[in-house]
Nanobody
Framework: QVQLVESGGGLVQAGGSLRLSCVAS????????MAWYRQVPGKQRDLLAS???????NYVDSVKGRFTISRDNAKNTVYLQMNSLKPEDTAVYSC???????????????WGQGTQVTVSS
């Protein structure tokens, strides 16, 4: 019923930038919070940044000043602008969203499939 699809990952040199996008589609009535996570093999998935529908944002310390989360409510899209990338930023990046589903008006969190970001030194 609801799908989240990320894009924008790839290979970049240290110090470079990437912009990730995550588009939500399907039977969507509304979306509250949206967030970006990342995961490296063998480790837990970590929250990086989140944004409310009104645009309030929160970041973990490791990405403050380098990453910026934003959203376009009209497009059901959340972005992650990543600057000054470091090799330790290499991970699979995923988005999630707190969606109220139109059919039935129930709420649940949905996840995207993830996009690989590789930062070379």
């Amino acid at each position: 019923q609801v799908q989240l699809v990320e894009s924008g990952g790839g290979l970049v040199q240290a110090g470079g930038s990437l912009r990730l996008s995550c588009v939500a589609s399907g039977s969507i009535f509304s979306i509250r919070d949206m967030a970006w996570y990342r995961q490296v093999p063998g480790k837990q998935r970590d929250l990086l940044a989140s944004t409310t529908r009104d645009g309030n944002t929160n970041y973990v310390d490791s990405v403050k000043g380098r990453f910026t989360i934003s959203r376009d409510n009209a497009k059901n899209t959340v972005y992650l602008q990543m600057n000054s990338l470091k090799p330790e930023d290499t991970a699979v990046y995923s988005c999630n969203a707190d969606v109220t589903v139109r059919d039935g008006l129930y709420r649940r969190w949905y996840w995207g499939q993830g996009t690989q970001v590789t930062v070379s030194s």
